[in-house]
T-cell receptor, first 113, second 112 residues
């Protein structure tokens, strides 16, 4: 059984640019959630994808968008990057139709200059 | 509004001692309460979780105590070891697979 993987590990962008982060869910998991973790803070929920549809969204603007693919992998896209977008972006996979927990990947560290 | 409040922010414990971290929540619809451990540069890893139908759950050196009426839960780490030095997050959700609301984290340092 493979765990949750994310790419890239680190990324540096400048303000106004766009970024795409990728996540491969754990084998057998059909749900992916994305979280933003600012330095020294707890993760904040961005949104969740189930069966390729957004299924719940936190308090993040529309410039944060995502996709889930038929193999349950997922992308997080952020447009018009702002300095405050600098954070660790975590994805977590789970089985939607089962009372199991969410398993987190190692994260992508995004720095916006 | 912080849905889950966590304390203390930091904790220093001697090796072999007991580490205690507390969390409180407001939303009575929460029915799943996990604790995650996070090392620098890594993603959170599940330690232990509890549902509100039990008051305590123990796994090895880790115990969750849950007080439904007070809307509080805590993590106890027995016989704390230097390798336990990490940041600990409590969380809550309505169903385990749904959005997690995380606490602000506790940085634990275990001194040899």
């Amino acid at each position: 059984e493979t765990g949750v993987t994310q790419s890239p590990t680190h990324l540096i962008k400048t303000r106004g640019q766009q970024v795409t982060l990728r996540c491969s869910s754990q084998s057998g998991h059909n749900t992916v959630s994305w979280y933003q973790q600012a330095l020294g803070q707890g993760p904040q929920f961005i949104f969740q994808y189930y069966r390729e549809e957004e299924n719940g969204r936190g308090n993040f603007p529309p410039r944060f968008s995502g996709l889930q693919f038929p193999n349950y992998s997922s992308e997080l896209n952020v447009n018009a990057l702002e300095l405050d977008d600098s954070a660790l972006y975590l994805c977590a996979s789970s089985i939607r139709d089962y009372t199991d927990t969410q398993y987190f990947g190692p994260g992508t560290r995004l720095t916006v200059l | 509004q912080q849905q889950v409040k966590q304390s203390p922010q930091s904790l220093i414990v001697q090796k072999g001692g007991i580490s205690i971290i507390n969390c409180a929540y407001e939303n009575t619809a929460f029915d799943y309460f996990p604790w995650y451990q996070q090392f620098p540069g890594k993603g959170p890893a599940l330690l232990i979780a509890i549902r509100p139908d039990v008051s305590e759950k123990k796994e090895g050196r880790f115990t969750i105590s849950f007080n439904k009426s007070a809307k509080q839960f805590s993590l106890h780490i027995m016989d704390s070891q230097p390798g336990d030095s990490a940041t600990y997050f409590c969380a809550a959700s309505i169903e385990a697979g749904n959005q997690f609301y995380f606490g602000t984290g506790t940085s634990l340092t275990v001194i040899p």
